[in-house]
């Protein structure tokens, strides 16, 4: 019997996402569960917002409207925070996607994951840490869409990534077993954990079994989930 597929709240703060990415975020999140719930919140009345309409159409969106009452106060954020607490109560999904790169939602996304929801964050490379830090896993924007399968290009802010053989043989380390070698699944799955917002498109590879048997300092051996990744025996002795 297949597992249940997780049910998701997709909640899109408009004034802060462009509508050309709606399409590519429900694509990317459709790996990691269903889309239950797609909702964009902002004041429909503005002229600012009336690129999105043709994308909430298109990609069956909810807009939620919120008028701004007050110049300066985003009641955007508080509608869209409202909704996340009535679902989180109601039981009826099992992990959210917020949408935004505004740190206001670091509380919101907190406060899910304390209460057991899994919670994706998307935004832009400018979202502050707080906001990347706060969610299980953070995906950005400007790699989403058509990718080439494989590249040597790293993203255009490579100088601000962590750097690529310090973290993964860090997690090559913690998930290898008493032979040195570690699943590859493991490996994915340490990267995340000590950075939310890990993506081997941010190194300019499509997939992470591309980017680590581009590494010359691993070996890699079997293929799908019996991949195995270990050290050579000189990245070993450094690390």
Known sequence: MSEPVARLAVLIDA?????????????????YGRATVKRAYGDWTTSQLSGWKSALNENAIAPVQQFAYTTGKNAT??????DAMDLLYSG?????????????????ATRLRASGKIVYGLGLRKTPASLVKAVDRFIYLEL???QPSTSTEPSSDAADLPNLQSIL??????????????NLGAIGSQLRAAN????PRLYGFDRLIALVKAQPYVTVTG???ATKVALKRSTKAKS
């Open 144 to 146: 989403l869409g058509d």
């Open 196 to 199: 939310a917002s890990f993506d």
């Open 223 to 225: 293929t799908g989930s």
């Open 77 to 82: 954020d508080g509608a869209l925070i409202i």
């Open 92 to 108: 009826d999904v099992d992990g959210f996607a917020i949408v935004s790169s505004d740190s206001d939602f670091t509380g919101l």
């Open 169 to 182: 043989t860090k997690a090559i380390n913690r998930a290898a077993g008493d032979d040195g070698t570690a």
């Open 15 to 31: 004034d802060n996402t462009s509508p050309k990415h709606a399409a590519d975020i429900l694509d990317e999140l459709a790996q």
